[in-house]
């Protein structure tokens, strides 16, 4: 049975006090990490989201790609063709594609040296850093190398992690963390991508 009027205008009431309180708690202001991680589908589009949240506040933003080597994405061909964007697609292909460690481990180390150019650029507001998790995971950068390179930042620099797996060093020191879990997904039912909403 549906509440009445006054019985819902109680419970909002009630919400609000708690949403007020929590908003008037937080009340610092820092670069954040943010990691998104999990198998589902969606972390590099959030990723490429809050880049364009950075653009319309006309602030800068650069973006790396570590896995991908196509360059004909939708993300890319808008965001990366916007004034305010550094866009760096950093990748030979996936590994199951490449099948070569050697070279998938040259290719990501020249990659990260970009991103720490990236990372230490205090004109951008916004660094992505997609697919870096898979590296870490594949030994194919030090992950100690990588988290003290992210710890020495610009302060006010904010920073976004995707990829599956991401180790516990990238947990521990990320502010916020997003699992996000596949429950179902059009490719396993033969549906192959789709412009504009996979590619």
């Known amino acids: 049975m549906p509440d009445n009027s006054e019985q819902h ?3 909002m009431a009630r919400k609000k006090a708690v949403v007020d309180a929590a908003i008037t708690r937080a009340d610092q202001d820092k670069g954040l990490l943010l990691v998104l991680t999990g198998n589902g589908k969606g ?3 959030s990723a490429f989201g809050m880049v364009a949240r950075t653009l319309g506040y006309g602030l800068k933003a650069g973006v790396a790609q570590f896995l991908k080597s196509r360059r004909d994405t939708g993300e890319e061909k808008f965001l990366g063709n ?3 964007v550094q866009w760096h697609v950093l990748g030979d292909g996936f590994t199951w594609d490449t099948q070569n460690r050697d070279a998938d481990i040259a290719t990501a180390q020249h990659g990260w040296k970009i991103a720490q150019g990236l990372l230490g650029d205090a004109s951008l507001h916004l660094v992505v850093l997609d697919e870096l998790t898979y590296l870490l995971k594949y030994g194919y950068l030090d992950a100690q190398q990588v988290c ?3 710890a020495a930042r610009p ?3 904010h920073v976004v992690i995707t990829g599956r797996a991401a ?3 990238l947990l521990e020191m990320a ?3 997003s699992e996000i879990h596949d429950v179902k997904h059009a490719f396993r039912a033969g549906v192959r991508a789709q412009p504009g909403i996979d590619l």
Do not use: E, G, I, Y
Request: positive net charge; charged residues 35%; contains cysteine.
């Open 9 to 11: 205008r109680k419970r």
């Open 148 to 150: 003290a390179d992210l």
């Open 82 to 84: 916007q004034p305010n």
């Open 155 to 157: 302060a006010m620099q």
């Open 175 to 177: 502010d916020t963390v």
């Open 43 to 45: 972390k590099s589009s």
């Open 167 to 169: 180790p516990d060093c």
